[in-house]
């Protein structure tokens, strides 16, 4: 019974979000081979085809449930759980739902979106409308990888058991990764994890609701730290340039009122607010360093109660030190000895 109850309890121990869409990406993505192996080709009921996806609306989002091959169910099960799992718990369940939606819904509308301009430059309806089918987690894997940037940047990984990595390097690797196979012609489905990044980015940036860190009852919205910020993905020789156009398209966004505001001490724009201390990223640092301390107390306060009961004696003010290497001094120079 133990053995039994041991896989039960770990099941049971996965959050609900994570467990459903672990569970709902095994059973689409046999499906999806079981149909291939019947000799299914056309399946735009269950993935994104660019020019039926107007009559398939829901492949927007489920799509991301889909795996073409064995080998992407494989690498897709060891990567995204255990992520999803992690921000389940720091998230909550709702919020992490809305990440999947919005993070795989609107990578794939922009998809759907720059496919149709390439056929009206090039009338092209078999390759660019119905000669690409997205699918897959990659939108996801990309975007997961920028929240824990956004979470945890200086955490250090080993891939593959060889390479070391900081979390903060690993979504521009992906990215170029993703640039240099879609120009190399390979654009359906690597030119999704482009819109997965940006699309990640911007959620987390300005729109994701940070009910645990409301202030005084006033919900915030996004994480406007400076660390943050779309430049801080770039090399330093474009940040100029980045940031004109930043800075204009956020001014546009905030006049039609498309970025949530809140009346809390959020930071403005793309530069962080000197003297503003409510910055998400700001925030959390914070409460990292309290727990290390707590922690630090708690582990040193066994040691201190094993010695003398005696509270331990104050240390002499600045004052008073300086007032007796002042006497000292002077008695050394009358010749009196110092008591």
Same mark, same amino acid.
């Given at each position: 019974?133990?053995?039994?109850?041991?896989?039960?309890?770990?099941?049971?121990?996965?959050?609900?979000?994570?467990?459903?869409?672990?569970?709902?990406?095994?059973?689409? %993505? @046999? +499906? #999806?081979? *079981?149909? =291939?192996? /019947?000799?299914?080709?056309?399946?735009?009921?269950?993935?994104?085809?660019?020019? !039926? %996806? @107007? +009559? #398939?609306? *829901?492949? =927007?989002? /489920?799509?991301?449930?889909?795996?073409?091959?064995?080998?992407?169910?494989?690498? !897709?099960?060891? +990567?995204?759980?255990?992520? =999803?799992?992690?921000?389940?718990?720091?998230?909550?369940?709702?919020?992490?739902?809305?990440?999947?939606?919005?993070?795989?819904?609107?990578?794939?509308?922009?998809?759907?979106?720059?496919?149709?301009?390439?056929?009206?430059?090039?009338?092209?309806?078999?390759?660019?409308?119905?000669?690409?089918?997205?699918?897959?987690?990659?939108?996801?894997?990309?975007?997961?990888?920028?929240?824990?940037?956004?979470?945890?940047?200086?955490?250090?990984?080993?891939?593959?058991?060889?390479?070391?990595?900081?979390?903060?390097?690993?979504?521009?690797?992906?990215?170029?990764?993703?640039?240099?196979?879609?120009?190399?012609?390979?654009?359906?489905?690597?030119?999704?994890?482009?819109?997965?990044?940006?699309?990640?980015?911007?959620?987390?940036?300005?729109?994701?609701?940070?009910?645990?860190?409301?202030?005084?009852?006033?919900?915030?919205?996004?994480?406007?730290?400076?660390?943050?910020?779309?430049?801080?993905?770039?090399?330093?020789?474009?940040?100029?340039?980045?940031?004109?156009?930043?800075?204009?398209?956020?001014?546009?966004?905030?006049?039609?009122?498309?970025?949530?505001?809140?009346?809390?001490?959020?930071?403005?724009?793309?530069?962080?607010?000197?003297?503003?201390?409510?910055?998400?990223?700001?925030?959390?640092?914070?409460?990292?360093?309290?727990?290390?301390?707590?922690?630090?107390?708690?582990?040193?306060?066994?040691?201190?109660?094993?010695?003398?009961?005696?509270?331990?004696?104050?240390?002499?003010?600045?004052?008073?030190?300086?007032?007796?290497?002042?006497?000292?001094?002077?008695?050394?120079?009358?010749?009196?000895?110092?008591?």
């Amino acid at each position: 019974m133990a053995v039994l109850s041991s896989p039960l309890l770990f099941l049971a121990s996965i959050p609900p979000v994570t467990r459903g869409f672990t569970a709902a990406t095994v059973v689409v %993505s @046999l +499906f #999806y081979q *079981w149909l =291939l192996w /019947t000799g299914t080709q056309n399946t735009p009921y269950l993935t994104v085809v660019p020019g !039926s %996806s @107007l +009559f #398939y609306p *829901w492949t =927007l989002v /489920t799509s991301v449930l889909v795996e073409s091959t064995i080998l992407e169910l494989i690498l !897709s099960l060891v +990567f995204v759980p255990p992520c =999803l799992r992690y921000l389940e718990r720091v998230w909550g369940s709702i919020e992490t739902l809305k990440f999947i939606a919005v993070s795989v819904g609107f990578s794939n509308i922009i998809a759907v979106g720059f496919n149709w301009i390439e056929f009206l430059f090039t009338k092209n309806a078999d390759l660019f409308l119905y000669g690409m089918q997205y699918h897959g987690q990659m939108a996801l894997q990309i975007a997961i990888l920028v929240a824990f940037t956004q979470l945890i940047p200086e955490h250090q990984v080993q891939l593959f058991g060889v390479l070391k990595a900081r979390v903060k390097t690993l979504p521009m690797a992906y990215l170029t990764l993703s640039t240099v196979l879609t120009f190399l012609g390979f654009q359906c489905p690597w030119i999704i994890i482009q819109f997965g990044w940006f699309v990640g980015w911007i959620y987390l940036r300005f729109y994701k609701k940070n009910t645990g860190d409301s202030v005084g009852g006033v919900e915030s919205y996004g994480d406007r730290s400076e660390t943050f910020s779309l430049i801080s993905w770039f090399p330093p020789f474009v940040h100029y340039p980045l940031g004109l156009l930043g800075n204009f398209v956020h001014s546009l966004a905030t006049r039609f009122h498309l970025i949530p505001t809140s009346s809390a001490d959020l930071e403005s724009g793309y530069s962080q607010v000197p003297g503003s201390a409510r910055a998400e990223a700001e925030r959390r640092r914070a409460m990292a360093l309290k727990a290390l301390d707590q922690r630090l107390a708690n582990t040193a306060a066994p040691a201190g109660t094993s010695q003398s009961t005696s509270p331990p004696k104050a240390p002499p003010s600045t004052s008073a030190c300086c007032r007796s290497l002042l006497a000292a001094s002077s008695a050394r120079r009358t010749g009196q000895k110092c008591g």
